[in-house]
């Protein structure tokens, strides 16, 4: 199947600051991306929807000035969390869809973040 | 607006047993359903996916059906094995392409 990849796995950072996550598809294109997170013992909320060359689409509830996402090419899309804070710590997840509706969803291995 | 329940929550089984996970769905406009394991940490790994038009998907040991008309999908595992232990996800693709999960069934299989 297709790979996507997730980086960094795993990341802790002082509240306040910003910490990029990034999603690659490695062996595919992906017009759209997806961004979720998951909280412990909790299933996957989706955040936002990215969108190759146009503006993220972020689901009710979903703070877009501090999540930004960034989809600059048809491989990789960007979250960033800026001005962290602890109750930003969560597991994020990415995924992306090589085609339109009816195909698999590929995810890639999520990061861990922590927040302190 | 689309809801996904997975029954039951947890599941405890001794190896060698069969087992039936069950996934229901609020809303039958579905492009298709795609049956999940994550383990601990980690992110998912897709099973199964079941398109609208299709009652079942076969993998290993692993059986997916679809009923979409009532809303029901169950993910048969044969003969489990201690390394079957995950927590097992159930995702719906709703018709605006977005996957709508359920809460996960973290299932145990005992040596």
């Known amino acids: 199947g297709a790979v996507v990849s997730q980086h960094p796995s795993w990341v802790i950072c002082k509240s306040g600051t910003s910490v990029k996550i990034e999603c690659r598809s490695l062996?595919?294109?992906?017009?759209?991306m997806f961004w979720y997170r998951q909280f412990p013992k909790q299933s996957l909320m989706l955040m936002a929807t990215s969108n190759e060359g146009s503006k993220a689409t972020y689901e009710q509830g979903v703070e877009k000035d501090k999540f930004l996402i960034n989809h600059a090419s048809l491989t990789l899309s960007t979250l960033t969390v800026t001005s962290a804070h602890p109750e930003d710590s969560s597991f994020y997840i990415c995924?992306?869809?090589?085609?339109?509706?009816?195909?698999?969803?590929?995810f890639g291995q999520g990061t861990r973040l922590t927040v302190v | 607006k689309q809801e996904v329940t997975q029954i039951p929550a947890a599941l405890s089984v001794p190896e060698g047993e069969n087992l039936v996970l069950n996934c229901s769905f609020t809303?039958?406009?579905?492009?298709?359903l795609q049956w999940f394991r994550q383990d601990p940490g980690k992110g998912l790994t897709s099973l199964l996916l079941i398109q609208s038009s299709q009652r079942e998907q076969t993998s290993g040991r692993l059986n997916a059906s679809l009923d979409k008309s009532s809303g029901r999908s169950t993910l048969y595992i044969a003969a489990s094995q201690p390394g079957d232990s995950a927590t097992y996800l159930c995702?719906?693709?709703?018709?605006?392409?977005?996957?709508?999960f359920g809460q996960g069934t973290t299932l145990q299989v005992k040596p």
């Open positions: 062996d595919f294109q992906a017009t759209t």
């Open positions: 995924s992306a869809d090589p085609g339109q509706g009816n195909t698999e969803a590929f």
């Open positions: 809303d039958s406009a579905i492009y298709n």
């Open positions: 995702a719906v693709t709703d018709n605006t392409g977005k996957l709508i």
